[in-house]
């Protein structure tokens, strides 16, 4: 089971990361590869970040797909996301290894290639 201190830990042993001041969120070089989800609880209102989710950036619409077909207990999506290459992922029914996994998948997503050659992840 994983949790918001634990998506820190992981991401932030990554090549080049920075936390957002501002709220929940990871980046490499400017490019977000995860972040905390910003619920919409009901229709026209605000959304509201929901620390037990964390948006994961995907290499595709069709391995975002994928996880949620696989899994729907760990991974979902919402309308907001459609067409857009990042899946929601429910942050108790992933173990560190697999947040291990897609946090680094994520983060080769957007950093620079050479930047991913040179660190070797």
């Not at 201190?5 to 070089?29: G, K, M, T, Y």
């Not at 605000?46 to 994928?66: D, H, I, M, T």
């Not at 760990?74 to 992922?89: Q, R």
């Amino acid at each position: 089971m994983a949790d918001q201190a634990v998506v820190r830990r992981i991401a932030l042993a990554l090549p080049e990361v920075e936390e957002s001041a501002e709220h929940f969120a990871f980046s490499v070089r400017g490019k977000g590869f995860a972040w905390v989800w910003l619920e919409r609880p009901a229709p026209k209102q605000p959304r509201v970040p929901q620390p037990s989710v964390l948006a994961v950036r995907v290499a595709s619409e069709e391995e975002k797909q994928a996880l949620v077909a696989a899994d729907p207990e760990k991974f979902f999506t919402e309308p907001h996301y459609n067409g857009f290459p990042a899946v929601l992922v429910r942050l108790a029914n992933v173990d560190e290894q697999e947040l291990t996994e897609l946090l680094t998948d994520a983060w080769r997503c957007r950093a620079p290639k050479r930047l991913v050659k040179e660190s070797g992840y």
